[in-house]
């Protein structure tokens, strides 16, 4: 019997033969390649460069030898641990507020993201004017009502800083508070409805429905806005400058002290000590989205 032989296949490309793109890849790499462009000029440029100034270890001795550095990192702690936990647990509450389903309510919520799309630079400098001891509005009603001079708020470290804290949660609260209410919504109301006929207590359904929903939400958004926090310059900056005495500054304004005063390599350095806050907020954040 003869057998037939089965002609080989070819193969889908000769050996040696490059492969060509089509119309859709070329257009798509012209597209991208603005962007490619952008993020190599103006983030990755920069970002070597700054880790390149700031590889000499005499300026973090220098820095570490300077005392408004410490003051600094006390400084961006107390704003990550006070202020952070104070701004989630109110955006918290207010997302309860704020996820009724009423008309005055809705029409409040209006006026309450006012802040957080406001610009910043001028909203911040207009409550700088309002905090001035001499013709600023708060001492002056102060004088109206009690006949007595008002504080000298921005002239107080503690003081100052406080009110740099308040002014980032003022500024920043409507945003987190959409977030919250966005995860509450998300719960779906017939649990909430089983709740009210088993008699839970509001406390009941929040304990057991509302916080074990939304506590990775919750914790997310947490770290999500300590990140966020490390990189806020127009709070501290904009509302002290850094004063009395650079007294308030954070890890986010001292590097611009250090460039006002010629010195890049201490500002780089000051920069790249603040990963070590930064990476594990990171790790954990990217950790809590993996699950």
Same mark, same amino acid.
């Given at each position: 019997m003869s057998? @037939?032989?089965?002609?080989?296949?070819?193969?889908?490309?000769?050996?040696?033969?490059?492969?060509?793109?089509?119309? *859709?890849?070329? *257009?798509?790499?012209?597209?991208? @390649?603005?962007?490619?462009?952008?993020?190599?000029?103006?983030? #990755?440029?920069?970002?070597?460069?700054? #880790? *390149? #100034?700031?590889?000499?270890?005499?300026?973090?001795?220098? #820095?570490?030898?300077?005392?408004?550095?410490?003051r600094s990192v006390i400084n961006t702690l107390y704003f990550l641990i006070v202020g952070i936990n104070i701004k989630m647990a109110i955006a918290l509450v207010l997302s309860g507020f704020f996820v009724q389903a009423r008309t005055w309510i809705r029409w409040l919520s209006l006026l309450f993201i006012l802040p957080w799309a406001v610009p910043s630079i001028p909203t911040i400098l207009s409550i700088r004017f309002m905090l001035n001891p001499e013709w600023g509005i708060i001492n002056s009603v102060i004088f109206r009502l009690t006949g007595a001079d008002g504080p000298n708020w921005l002239n107080d470290p503690f003081l100052a800083l406080t009110l740099a804290m308040v002014v980032h949660i003022w500024k920043s609260l409507p945003f987190w508070t959409l977030i919250l209410?966005?995860?509450?919504? @998300?719960?779906?109301?017939?649990?909430?409805?089983?709740?009210?006929?088993?008699g839970a207590t509001s406390w009941q359904k929040f304990r057991y429905i509302t916080w074990p929903s939304m506590q990775t939400l919750y914790l997310t958004s947490t770290i999500l806005s300590m990140i966020w926090t490390l990189g806020d310059f127009n709070s501290v900056y904009l509302l002290t400058g850094g004063g009395p005495a650079d007294l308030t500054h954070v890890l986010a304004t001292i590097g611009i002290r250090y460039l006002r005063l010629d010195e890049v390599d201490m500002s780089m350095a000051a920069i790249v000590c @603040?990963?070590?806050?930064?990476?594990p907020l990171v790790y954990f954040m990217m950790k809590r989205l993996s699950k």
């Amino acid at each position: 019997m003869s057998t @037939a032989v089965l002609p080989q296949s070819q193969p889908a490309f000769p050996a040696g033969a490059k492969k060509s793109l089509s119309s *859709w890849q070329v *257009w798509g790499a012209i597209l991208i @390649a603005p962007y490619v462009l952008v993020f190599l000029v103006f983030v #990755l440029y920069p970002v070597g460069y700054g #880790l *390149w #100034l700031a590889r000499h270890p005499e300026s973090y001795v220098k #820095l570490f030898n300077d005392p408004v550095f410490p003051r600094s990192v006390i400084n961006t702690l107390y704003f990550l641990i006070v202020g952070i936990n104070i701004k989630m647990a109110i955006a918290l509450v207010l997302s309860g507020f704020f996820v009724q389903a009423r008309t005055w309510i809705r029409w409040l919520s209006l006026l309450f993201i006012l802040p957080w799309a406001v610009p910043s630079i001028p909203t911040i400098l207009s409550i700088r004017f309002m905090l001035n001891p001499e013709w600023g509005i708060i001492n002056s009603v102060i004088f109206r009502l009690t006949g007595a001079d008002g504080p000298n708020w921005l002239n107080d470290p503690f003081l100052a800083l406080t009110l740099a804290m308040v002014v980032h949660i003022w500024k920043s609260l409507p945003f987190w508070t959409l977030i919250l209410i966005a995860g509450r919504l @998300a719960i779906p109301a017939d649990m909430y409805e089983a709740g009210s006929v088993d008699g839970a207590t509001s406390w009941q359904k929040f304990r057991y429905i509302t916080w074990p929903s939304m506590q990775t939400l919750y914790l997310t958004s947490t770290i999500l806005s300590m990140i966020w926090t490390l990189g806020d310059f127009n709070s501290v900056y904009l509302l002290t400058g850094g004063g009395p005495a650079d007294l308030t500054h954070v890890l986010a304004t001292i590097g611009i002290r250090y460039l006002r005063l010629d010195e890049v390599d201490m500002s780089m350095a000051a920069i790249v000590c @603040a990963l070590p806050l930064m990476l594990p907020l990171v790790y954990f954040m990217m950790k809590r989205l993996s699950k």
